[in-house]
Nanobody
Framework: QVQLVESGGGLVQPGGSLRLSCAASGSIFTINVMAWYRQAPGKQRELVALITSAGGTIYGNSVKERFTISRDNAKNMVALQMNSLNPDDTAVYYC???????????????WGQGTQVTVSS
């Protein structure tokens, strides 16, 4: 089993910044892709950003130029630096990882429990 634990959410004023972190632990051989998703009330969960083990990144259109995803492969951690936050960024943010538990074995998808980000004055 693999556990993903997020931290760093909270309340921030419009224009402010927050940094989310996610640490993966458990039966891990390698992690292919790590990502952040978010879900606002009444809306579908959407991709915020993802990063491959080689460092390639993809961002959702609404966060490009404002958010930066990074990872530490040695520590099995992923972070999301969020700048210029606005009320539309209010959501529960979820960490996601595609994990290979054993060499040459299949991968599994894991989710964190979510962390609330609220942007409000």
């Amino acid at each position: 089993q693999v556990q993903l634990v997020e931290s760093g959410g909270g309340l921030v004023q419009p224009g402010g910044s927050l940094r989310l972190s996610c640490a993966a632990s458990g039966s891990i051989f390698t992690i292919n892709v790590m990502a952040w998703y978010r879900q606002a009330p009444g809306k579908q969960r959407e991709l915020v950003a993802l990063i491959t083990s080689a460092g390639g990144t993809i961002y959702g259109n609404s966060v490009k130029e404002r958010f930066t995803i990074s990872r530490d492969n040695a520590k099995n951690m992923v972070a999301l630096q969020m700048n210029s936050l606005n009320p539309d960024d209010t959501a529960v943010y979820y960490c996601n990882a595609e994990v290979r538990p054993i060499p040459y074995g299949p991968t599994d998808i894991y989710w964190g429990q979510g962390t609330q980000v609220t942007v409000s004055s």
